[in-house]
């Protein structure tokens, strides 16, 4: 509690001198859009072939304190009361831009609702953004010249370890812009309850490991934006950009075993603690030329250099005797170094737009790791180059977009090097129909290397004859992804029906295997022989009456997954995915209700539940002040559930509850003050170096 005040108290200060930047793009005054004609048109939106563009009535932009509120109000866009941030429905990832550079959630708060021109939600990412997001949000903004903003936000609990806050400012003349923003989630939880069990069967003996635990973990996430941008209208713009995101997470359990072998039975008892700590400097340098009229080059430079600590130290013991059962003392050090550079043309014909580009990224890690193997030092390198070209355009009722791209992923680890090109195209046609509805069918084909965890050369005990391990022989997936999408829109319902069908090959699986180095099971990873998955996806809002006072979003997805094991099992899982979210505007106040019922989704050997959700939280807008109120997993405590399937040499099964969460009622303010005009940035290429490395 003392922590949670503490912080609390902190941003109220950081609120008195921070600033934020404002992302500061002007509208794209060309003629040919990347898509060129309207499908569907209504009062609020417009329905292209690969996105929808929103525009808002005047009580929309009075009731809202934001852009932020304008876009919750999007069928397919929610707010995550949990991290205060906007997801997709859908789930996925999602990319936010402002005139078409990557924002941050307090660039889009600082966007005065009158500011707003129009909202391009782009459910089918153009090919610069296609390898990094499922879905792009483009807000667009007038084009104005000078002023400031500045605000803060903070959101805590009075019972427990959970602040959400934030502070920004920014200031604006003529052509130059400078901003600075500062940002904070904490989470400190003394009581999450942990119950394992793993049974299998090893020489010829059966085993069963019950472990209860009890923990105290949590997280300090903090992030720096400082950022200098100049703009000359109609010639060039330029922004440099440095970030430092600083994380420190931690976690102190301890926790009682059954173990059984055959017949006989021992009390064991554990204790674990560990945690990472890392701060990542980021410089992001942008360049656009506009070379005439119809011609615009864009440069993009982005580089990080940083170190990250992890530790893990796990204990086990016989309780009666006090004899190890197993200590497993892991340190990781690891020096990364990343860089991504890109450069994009694009031409405006007039019955089209061409855009091509090429983006090249790397990221170089040096490991001092010690664990179950003893010391070692090596070095990593994962290289990925992209060449790609679009170009759209429209033909009588028919809109359309083609693009080919050529991917290398070149990933050297100490054991082997792994080298290849792919092709990736992808075809984007829509057709319009009567009465505000439309047809999509998009078809596109790409390769995903594996993550740095998966390639790790990394050894750690997670019980009694068990331990978890990377593969540095992994390959990339390769995923041929369809979709046929239904869109309907009219005063009352925005909707859209999606069916899906992906086939990937080689698919990265995680599973149990016979361990020959240390002994028992290693959990790890593989190639599969393929995965499949398709269903349908329903999605949108429904408004009974009309306009705010009501809105009713829903996702439903009855679907079904499969994989081919590369030892040719067939694991196959049928689920139906949803999420529920009542929502009402009236006058100064708002109210929203979210819920869901979790189902397992595949992920390797082990089907998992995704995160339950029953909340409800209230807003008061009065002036630049709106005071906030909610209670979050009413009546239940946060919970992930984790099983594997029938395949599994080893039958293993995790329920995790963090009761800290249990009806945890939250209190918080935000406050938010614009005056005058702001210049704006219309940058071209959006990039990010890789994530720390921490397993």
Partial sequence: ?????????????????????????????????????????????????DKAVYTFDKAALEKARYAKDLLKTLPELQLDPVSNTLKSTKGGTSLFLINGIEATDMQIRSIAPSEVVKVEYYDIPPARWATRADTVINVITRSTETGYVFGTDVMTALNTGFVNGSAYANFTKGKNNFGLEYSMNLRDYDNRRVRSIYDYQLDNSHYLSDEN????????????????????????????????????????????????????????????????????????????????????????????????????FTKEWITSSGNSVFDNDMNLTAKQTGFVGEIAHAHDFEGGKLSSGYRISNTSISNDLQNLAGFSQYKVNYLEQYFYTEFSGKIEKFTYRVGAGLTNIHNKSAETTFDEWSITPKVILGYQLKGNQSLRFTSSYKPKSPWSAALSSNVVQMAPNIVQKGNPFLKSQLTWGNNLIYSLNNKYFDFNANLFYSDTRRTINQFYVMDDTFGGYALTYENAKSSKQYGLQLTGSYKPFGNNLLVIKAMVAPSSETVRTSKGALIKNNYIANNLELSSVYKSFSLQYQVNIPVYLLSGAFLNTNENANHVFVNYKHKDWTFSTGLYWIGMPSEYKTKSLPESVVNYSRNSQIMNNKSMFVLGFSYDFSKGKKTDLEKKLNNSTAPAATF
């Fill in 1 to 49: 509690m003392k922590k949670t005040v503490c912080a609390a108290l902190f941003l109220c200060g950081v609120f008195v001198f921070s600033q934020e930047s404002i992302k500061s793009d002007t509208i794209d005054k060309t003629k040919t859009a990347e898509i060129q004609e309207v499908i569907i048109k209504s009062q609020r939106k417009k329905q292209f072939a």
């Fill in 213 to 312: 635990k009890k923990d105290h973990f949590g997280y300090t996430s903090q992030n720096i934006a400082l950022r200098y941008t100049r703009m000359v209208p109609d010639n060039y713009s330029f922004q440099a950009k440095l970030n430092m995101d600083i994380l420190h997470t931690f976690v102190n359990g301890k926790g009682e075993s059954t173990f059984t072998k055959d017949d006989v039975t021992e009390g064991h008892t554990m204790m674990k603690r560990g945690g990472t700590d890392y701060v990542t400097p980021t410089l992001d340098l942008y360049f656009s030329k506009k070379l005439s009229k119809k011609d615009e080059l864009s440069l993009n430079v982005v580089g990080s250099h940083f170190t990250t600590d992890t530790s893990e």
